[in-house]
């Protein structure tokens, strides 16, 4: 059995070597694509009928049962789209993503300025127990959603965010979506996640909200809790709770900043390089 493995090894070519780690790179994008979604059982249900043809029809010649199980493997093929539309949508919308960084490329200052504009209005409506749907736009648009709400187009202002959010203004319903340095549109419907797992009655509906909109596409959401006050941040359809301002700080500041910055970044901590404001 080993000398068998081993003549084979022997035997491989740069080329099948290729073809295998492709095929296995396929597969692994596919469970980190189903994972910790619905799709998860109905792809354990596919590799058990896959299974079940192949012990029938090879090991135990039942003709009968085989075929019935071959019947039904195109009807399966067919309805595969259908059944793991959440997830094929997904996963050509990463696969067309031109980049992953924020579409608003202005000065440091000016980002650090939105980002505390962002932070100022959620410490505000935490402690006033203001309810808040802050989403921000990356490289996937989100016109669609925009069209929904009230258009503003008025420059980011933690004050402004804060009035969006008030109770008695007809905005502060839905989300407020911002576009670089503008606040694009308030009260507007966001898509609520498809995701099973997501538990009612641990999520409202804002934070619902948050995980559909990011999750069919690269936007990142900030929610106000309206009973407890809490401030959560969404991405790629997980949520991250209870943050302090100075965590809601730092993580708009790693989203904000160009994947060439990050990649930079993530070298010097693996390299123990301080930066200069790290040193001082």
């Excluded at 939105?114 to 127990?129: D, M, P």
């Amino acid at each position: 059995m080993l000398s068998d493995l081993t003549r084979l090894i022997e035997q491989l070519t740069w080329v099948e070597a290729l073809d295998i780690l492709v095929v296995a790179l396929m597969f692994y994008a596919l469970l980190v694509i189903v994972r910790g979604t619905q799709a998860v059982n109905l792809l354990r249900g596919v590799i058990v009928l896959v299974i079940l043809v192949v012990v029938f029809s090879g090991l135990f010649q039942l003709r009968a049962v085989s075929w019935l199980l071959r019947a039904t493997l195109p009807a399966l093929l067919l309805a595969i789209p259908v059944i793991f539309q959440p997830e094929i949508r997904r996963a050509l919308t990463s696969l067309g993503r031109a980049g992953s960084w924020i579409t608003f490329r202005g000065r440091h200052e000016q980002v650090m300025a939105v980002i505390q504009c962002i932070v100022r209005a959620s410490e505000r409506l935490s402690k006033i127990r203001y309810g808040g749907l802050i989403v921000i736009e990356r490289e996937i648009g989100l016109q669609e959603y925009v069209d929904t709400g009230v258009y503003l187009n008025a420059n980011i202002s933690a004050e402004l965010l804060v009035q969006i959010f008030h109770k008695d203004t007809p905005l502060h319903d839905g989300a407020a979506v911002l576009r670089g340095e503008q606040i694009v549109a308030a009260a507007c419907v966001m898509p609520l996640s498809t995701n099973t797992k997501v538990e009612e009655r641990r999520y409202g509906l804002r934070h619902r909200a948050a995980i559909g909109i990011t999750e069919s596409s690269d936007a990142v959401a900030v929610i106000i809790s309206e009973e407890t006050g809490s401030i959560s941040v969404a991405y790629n359809g997980r949520m991250i709770r209870k943050i302090t301002h100075a965590r809601l700080s730092n993580i708009l500041a790693a989203f904000y900043q160009p994947r060439t910055a990050r990649t930079r970044s993530w070298i010097r901590n693996i390299l123990g390089i301080k930066t200069k404001e790290q040193s001082e």
